[in-house]
């Protein structure tokens, strides 16, 4: 007659070996995740769990499970889980007396297949929530903080790093520097910005492109910074273009800017290089708001201003050949003193000597050269008159108004060709 060949199932010592290596979770609370999961399976099992001696080995992978049963007179067991009667203790050990205790080794494979797999999915569980607990505990109070990971894989919508741990760090494609290229395996530094635990399940979001992480970078290569006789009052940054950063000194002997920029651009320049060439400008901060949004629009020269401090509007008036200047390249330089001064600032040639006899002319009057819509598009911006459009910036036309090239050049010539 065949025998059907005896299916062990897994094994306790392949289910403990799977914990063995777990991360971030303390040898202490391990030893008493497991011993609480075994606990629960005898107490199913047996009714209770109270008579039972569980010994834990991490560090092997192994465990031991003992029953503490008292021998009493045979016939007169009531409860089979602590007592045994003296018959059946005499087949252990055949010195047992009646009163006695015996300790029996119980093993947890003679529960059935079931039951094994039933804790090893417990275990699972319990050990996954106790990392997910330990990731959010690391991380939850660093953020703000600077990191350094290593880039484990690159997707489309994020970079995945992780930490000396092995934990999983996300960088969002939103948070990346635009001309940012990176290598598997390499070391790079981020700020943290958020930690999510949506249904205790913790996500780690690294950023890049955050004023705060140039300021931290600020902070680590400036002693001054963090000895705080210099504090950094303001940051406005176009991630991998250009940032401005507005700084005040405690202390009069010390020349904030000076200090942040170091000798020859010596202490900015590393910082230059980690943000993809991010040109980075140093002004003084002030209190005074003309004072302050003069120097943010720097290397321009401001000719006169006004503030409307209600609305947070300042009209600025420069010379001709600084209106290209206080805009910058693709109007970064202006964009930048309005982040940073918190001013929406609107720039305004000076109008030369030579027309300002010259009578104005409001833009409705040229509704027979201008379509009415480009016209109303230019009102909407503050502009009225032919000179208030002659004098402001090509650029400020183009973005402000929303319109395209094309229909800011033909409406200036329109409005010159008036005055010639």
């Not at 799977?18 to 629960?40: A, G, M, P, W, Y």
């Not at 045994?84 to 093993?107: M, N, W």
């Not at 680590?220 to 940051?235: Q, S």
């Not at 980075?280 to 901060?285: E, G, M």
Request: a negative charge.
């Amino acid at each position: 007659m065949a025998t059907k060949k005896e299916d062990k199932g897994p094994s306790m010592i392949e289910t403990f070996k799977e914990f063995k290596e777990t991360k971030n979770i303390d040898r202490t609370t391990l030893v008493s995740v497991l011993e609480e999961s075994l606990r629960n399976v005898l107490a199913k099992q047996f009714g209770s769990d109270e008579n039972f001696d569980v010994i834990v080995n991490p560090d092997k992978g192994d465990l031991e499970i003992h029953r503490n049963r008292i021998v009493v007179a045979d016939g007169e067991v009531q409860d089979e889980n602590k007592e045994i009667s003296l018959t059946q203790a005499q087949k252990i050990e055949p010195d047992y007396e009646v009163g006695e205790e015996v300790s029996e080794e119980v093993r947890f494979e003679k529960f059935g297949r079931r039951a094994i797999l039933n804790l090893r999915q417990t275990l699972a569980s319990k050990i996954l929530e106790l990392e997910h607990d330990s990731l959010y505990n690391k991380y939850k109070d660093r953020v703000g903080q600077v990191i350094s990971a290593e880039v484990y894989q690159m997707w489309k919508r994020e970079v995945l790093l992780i930490d000396d741990e092995g934990n999983e760090l996300h960088l969002p494609k939103s948070e990346q520097i635009p001309n940012d290229n990176y290598r598997k395996g390499e070391t790079i530094r981020a700020i943290i910005k958020e930690v999510q635990n949506e249904n205790n399940n913790p996500r780690i979001i690294l950023s890049r492109t955050s004023p705060v992480f140039l300021e931290r970078l600020l902070e680590a290569e400036v002693p001054e910074i963090n000895d705080g006789l210099i504090t950094i009052r303001r940051v406005a940054r176009m991630p991998g273009e250009r940032a401005k950063v507005a700084v005040e000194s405690y202390d009069d002997r010390i020349d904030p800017v000076g200090a942040c920029v170091g000798v020859k651009g010596s202490r900015v320049h590393g910082i230059v290089r980690e943000l993809g060439n991010e040109n980075i400008d140093v002004i003084n901060y002030s209190s005074n708001t003309q004072l302050f949004i003069t120097r943010a629009l720097s290397p321009a020269k401001v000719t006169n201003l006004n503030i409307n401090s209600e609305e947070h509007k300042a009209e600025v008036y420069l010379q001709p050949e600084e209106v290209s200047l206080a805009i910058g390249k693709g109007g970064l330089n202006i964009k930048l003193a309005s982040m940073l001064t918190e001013y929406t600032i609107d720039v305004f040639r000076v109008s030369n000597g030579s027309d300002s006899d010259d009578e104005d002319i409001y833009l409705d009057e040229f509704s027979d050269e201008i379509d009415q819509w480009i016209i109303d598009a230019i009102k909407a911006i503050g502009l009225e008159t032919a000179k208030a459009v002659l004098n402001a910036p090509r650029e400020m036309l183009i973005e402000k108004a929303d319109l395209e090239e094309e229909t800011v050049d033909h409406l200036l010539n329109v409005l010159r060709a008036e005055f010639e």
